[in-house]
């Protein structure tokens, strides 16, 4: 979407293409160790020489980075004035000089996060989105329709189905120890949730570009939505009882009919899904920050 509203004809030509495909994967340059949540305070600094800028710093928790050919990343171009006015949006390809990746292993066990080290990396300056000490303003966008999409509707739809029937299952053959009543109320639970965050996407999708509900309601989406499946990874969790304790074994041979779900091949993914969004409410902004964003300009606190 920023290639889309603010990059040049010469970017959309080069970049839209391989996107469109699947050709060309990107990962992202915003966090930084000590600039996470306060992202303004970033120090990965560009400094203009000639055709080129030269970036030296370092990223954090980027996601994909090791399989990643570009990056798009925030970057200092100015110390002047508040720090939000310092800051440039570049794009950088992986396979320049000077860039290291070091992987970062998460409580799941996976790699899919990691540190990313530029030293004198030179980048063109056609690599310039939009203008010099702007990049706030596009960042601000495209955190945007990140928070829309972390929001996950897809993911918890097809979790809360995927509960439900594991459960009818173990409400008929677990016997007494399991807790029926008390998992179908909190399936319910989450399932009104659920169409409360479905409303509230509806009303993001058909907002006027620009308008105060586009700009808004991605927050309460991306609130909700990752509070959502943190909820629903505790209910699967609780559920499986003792087999929701492995994590790595895929090795179960289906127990049942086949007609009835093999629940306990399922443990895996679903604690791992558990552990994966214990970091939900955190990435693309906290929820902490979410809500001082909504209760400054919703409620003018």
């Known amino acids: 979407p920023v290639l889309c509203?603010?990059?040049?004809?010469?970017?959309?030509a080069e970049h839209l293409p391989h996107i469109l495909d699947g050709s060309r994967f990107w990962c992202q340059g915003y966090s930084e160790p000590g600039s996470g949540s306060d992202l303004a305070s970033l120090r990965t600094a560009a400094i203009r020489d000639g055709d080129d800028y030269v970036v030296n710093g370092q990223k954090i928790w980027t996601t994909q980075a090791h399989i990643a050919d570009w990056i798009f990343c925030l970057v200092r171009t100015s110390t002047d004035g508040k720090p939000q006015q310092g800051i440039s949006f570049l794009l950088i390809d992986m396979n320049t000089p000077g860039i290291e990746v070091k992987p970062i292993y998460s409580i799941d066990g996976d790699h899919h996060l990691n540190e990313v080290y530029f030293t004198d990396v030179r980048v063109p300056v056609s690599n310039l989105v939009g203008n010099e000490n702007e990049g706030w303003t596009y960042a601000k966008f495209l955190?945007?329709?990140?928070?829309?999409?972390?929001?996950?509707t897809d993911i918890?739809?097809?979790g809360l189905a995927n509960l439900k029937t594991v459960h009818g299952y173990l409400a008929e053959t677990a016997g007494d120890s399991y807790q029926a009543e008390a998992f179908a109320k909190r399936h319910a639970e989450l399932s009104v949730r659920y169409e409360a965050l479905q409303m509230l996407e509806n009303r993001a999708l058909f907002a006027e570009e620009g308008s105060g509900d586009g700009l808004i309601l991605p927050l309460p989406m991306k609130t909700l939505g990752t509070e959502l499946q943190q909820d629903m990874g505790d209910l699967a969790y609780d559920m499986l009882a003792a087999d929701s304790t492995v994590l790595f074994s895929a090795d179960f041979e289906p127990s049942v009919g086949d007609n009835e779900p093999n629940y306990r091949a399922q443990a895996p993914d679903m604690t791992h899904s558990m552990l994966f969004n214990r970091a939900s409410t955190i990435f693309g902004g906290t929820t902490e920050v979410q809500k001082g964003i909504m209760s400054k300009f919703v409620l003018g606190l």
């Open 156 to 158: 918890i739809v097809n």
């Open 5 to 12: 509203a603010f990059g040049s004809d010469e970017q959309k």
């Open 143 to 152: 955190l945007g329709n990140e928070r829309a999409g972390i929001a996950g």
